[in-house]
């Protein structure tokens, strides 16, 4: 049985950091990502990491402040920094047997196993 399970999640001020984990059990996966779902909004791609060739993907809305890492093809952890206000959203682990490309690794549709989800709120 696929499991994942995040962990991590929390209250944090502006500009502050924290460190989201996921953990995959029952088999591999080809890639592995995050999401985000903020109330009223769509699930929105966050960070990806494909095992093949160790590629990573980015959101716009996150780049140069989110960092995705993994130490196999079960394990992912999502490295905030300088957090704002509309980072607050559900988070949500989300893995996929195939190698994922650029335009598909940011939509929800090739990833079959996903994290029930840890609520982060960036507030003062």
């Known amino acids: 049985q696929v499991q994942l399970v995040e962990s991590g999640g929390g209250l944090v001020q502006p500009g502050g950091s924290l460190r989201l984990s996921c953990a995959a059990s029952?088999?591999?996966?080809?890639?592995m990502g995050w999401f985000r779902q903020a109330p009223g909004k769509q699930r929105e791609f966050v960070a990806g990491?494909?095992?093949?060739?160790?590629?990573k993907y980015y959101g716009d809305s996150v780049k140069g402040r989110f960092t995705i890492s993994g130490d196999n093809a079960k394990n992912t952890a999502l490295q905030m920094s300088s957090l704002k206000p509309e980072d607050t959203a559900v988070y949500y682990c989300?893995?996929?047997?195939?190698?994922?490309?650029?335009?598909?690794?940011?939509?929800?549709?090739?990833?079959?196993?996903w994290g029930r989800g840890t609520q982060v709120t960036v507030t003062s």
């Open positions: 029952g088999r591999t996966f080809g890639t």
């Open positions: 989300a893995a996929s047997p195939g190698n994922l490309i650029s335009s598909t690794i940011r939509t929800t549709e090739p990833y079959d196993a």
């Open positions: 990491i494909r095992w093949s060739g160790r590629m």
